[in-house]
């Protein structure tokens, strides 16, 4: 996968300042990400992120990981700093989980 295959598209009706849905495009589905975002000269913050997407995909670990460094590059910042909302489903409910970091692709 590489920074071209993936798009960006902001739903304007259900996005409010700092909270934003932002629909993730790739070659291998779609995702859906809300959180409150941040933006800074050189990174970016999500706090509070929740993500959902294709219910038949099992996206994993490491994809995830992968298109948020294609994000970061794309998004032309060095990191973006995950910060994760409290797990309302899944492995884990009621767990918060740790920050993330995840630097641009070199």
């Not at 060095?78 to 692709?105: C, D, H, M, N």
């Amino acid at each position: 996968m590489r920074v071209e295959d993936i798009e960006l598209v902001v739903d304007e009706q259900l996005s409010e300042d700092p909270c934003f849905i932002v629909e993730v495009i790739t070659t291998h589905g779609r995702l859906m990400v809300m959180g409150e975002i941040v933006v800074f000269s050189d990174h970016l913050v999500i706090e509070g992120m929740h993500v959902g997407g294709d219910v038949a995909r099992r996206w994993g670990w490491s994809r995830l990981r992968r298109i948020g460094r294609l994000i970061a590059e794309k998004l032309d910042v060095e990191y973006i700093e995950i910060r994760g909302a409290v797990r309302t489903t899944g492995a884990s409910p009621g767990r918060k989980p740790g920050r993330v970091r995840l630097a641009r692709s070199r």
